[in-house]
């Protein structure tokens, strides 16, 4: 089995340390994934630059770019990104049944946040070749063309975070762990 480095801001790679700070004192906490992906400076600035382009400039809200990421991460199994993504869905006050239907593999009853939902999880489940009444649905309920791009962002960034997790075997922060399914 291959073992993989948890770095934080004092023992990362000089071309991360600085990063490393800069996260932790935006969230208080430094999540393990930034930790693992700090072995790569590619890997966590295409990270942290990716999240800030869904969270800042999106046309999607915040709160659906969480939603997004949250079901993404669900059907990708990844227990860090459902804790973590619950944890800033929650803080950014995602509907809460939304948020537990999506963690629990139960149907959401809010029907922009179903559209959303069946949408992003269809993009990641058929890689992509995604039904035509699943795209005609998500835009009947008021989204834009943009939005589906968007979603497909969402997903290019849960690659990258899902996958890094399932081969790092990254362990839930203490701080997440309430979160945690």
Known sequence: MTDFTLYDENTAPES?????????????????LYGYLAESPVALNAYLHIN??????SSLTPVQVQVALLAISAVNNCEFCVAAHSWVGGTLKANEQ?????RDGEVVENAEDKALVDLVQAIVTDRGFVADEIVDAFLDAGFSRENMFDLLVCNMLKS?????NHITKTEVNAELAEFAR
Request: hydrophobic share 35%.
């Open 98 to 102: 939304t948020v537990q239907a999506i």
């Open 160 to 164: 990258l975070s899902n996958y890094a």
């Open 16 to 32: 991360t340390k600085q990063t490393l700070k800069e996260v932790r004192q935006a969230y208080g906490m430094l999540p393990n």
């Open 52 to 57: 800030d382009q869904l969270m800042k400039h």
